[in-house]
């Protein structure tokens, strides 16, 4: 699954960002600087990259995707108004993702929900 992709590659892209920011710091500043102080800037910029949060409500969207396909009677606008926040969560990790592999898998995502808005279109 996308979603397990972009999951797995998280801590691998936060230890590849750590490392570009400490070697273009040594280039600028040689070896003499406040490794606290770098380190402390490096944990704010991982923060505002962090997409656990949209990782896990994307998750928990999923599941109430599947939950509605269950139902009976009129589900087209529930599932419509659910496409519609994925498509927000998987738009927002892909301008944090810092990674080659997660905005591949992003660009799948996007594919598969437009694919998925086109069905769902044609449900009441």
């Known amino acids: 699954m996308l979603l397990d992709n972009v999951k ?14 400490t070697e273009r710091l040594e280039k600028l500043a040689g070896t003499e600087f406040d490794e606290r102080m770098v380190l402390s800037e490096i944990a704010v910029l991982l923060e505002r990259a962090d997409i656990n949060e949209e990782i896990e409500r994307l998750s928990s969207h999923l599941k109430q995707f599947y939950s509605i396909l269950t139902q009976e009677g009129a589900i087209g606008r529930k599932l419509d108004f659910l496409i519609q926040e994925m498509n927000r969560e998987v738009n927002t990790i892909g301008s944090k993702a810092m990674s080659l ?19 769902v279109q044609n449900v009441e």
């Open 8 to 21: 797995t590659a998280v801590p691998e892209m936060e230890t590849t960002y750590r490392e570009r920011l």
């Open 101 to 119: 592999s997660i905005t591949q898998n992003v660009v799948e995502m996007k594919t598969t929900l437009e694919k998925i808005r086109e069905q």
